[in-house]
């Protein structure tokens, strides 16, 4: 695998509050929901939800082939403006996720990201290779992007019941 990875970023307009958006990203509990990678997550250590230096466990699958936990620990947790975690893996290196909001009217424009703060060393492509994954960065591309679709989906759906009842007090 010639490929490096180093960062990407996907946005989606989505048409729900800043506030529900990311009540769903931060409780990672949801994340399965979500992330086409990721099978469980749950906090750990006597965390219970989300705050900078909580740390959570997440089941992470590849191809659903082959799983692994990993312990990521959050690092940004601004409610209604960003979310962001850090995950360090043997081999892996460690990368940054963040979910920003960006409020544009009724509606939110969430920008998710990636970022390599310490690389992926050889041997992770290897196995990366071995695994059947030829171009990493495509798929982390497309799970972010699925990722987003998904968000909408649960996140309107939540606006609209909110609006209905008239209590969606984080617009």
């Known amino acids: 695998m010639s490929q490096i ?3 990407d970023t996907v946005e989606r307009t989505i048409q729900a509050s800043p506030g529900v ?3 769903i990203v931060s409780d990672v509990t949801r994340t399965p929901e979500l992330s086409p990678e990721i099978k469980r997550c749950r906090w750990v250590r006597g ?17 659903g082939w082959k ?10 947790a601004d409610p209604g403006r960003e979310f962001a975690i850090s995950r360090t893996e043997p081999l892996f290196g460690t990368l940054e996720w963040s979910y920003r909001f960006v409020p544009e009217g009724t509606a939110t424009r969430v920008v998710e990201s990636y970022t390599v703060t310490r690389p992926l060393t050889r041997a992770a492509y290897v196995l990366l290779r071995l ?19 998904r968000l909408a989906q649960v996140a309107e759906r939540e606006q609209g019941e909110l609006d209905r009842r008239g209590s969606d007090t984080s617009r």
Not at 67 to 74: G, H, I, L, S
Not at 131 to 149: F, K, P, Q, V, W
């Open 67 to 76: 799983t692994w936990p990993n312990f990521p620990v959050v690092i940004a």
């Open 131 to 149: 695994s059947g994954s030829a171009d990493r960065a495509a798929e982390l591309r497309t799970g972010m992007t699925t990722t987003l679709e």
């Open 21 to 23: 958006l990311y009540a």
């Open 5 to 7: 990875l180093t960062s």
């Open 47 to 63: 965390a219970t939800g989300p705050q900078v230096g909580a740390r959570f466990v997440a089941l992470n699958t590849l191809g």
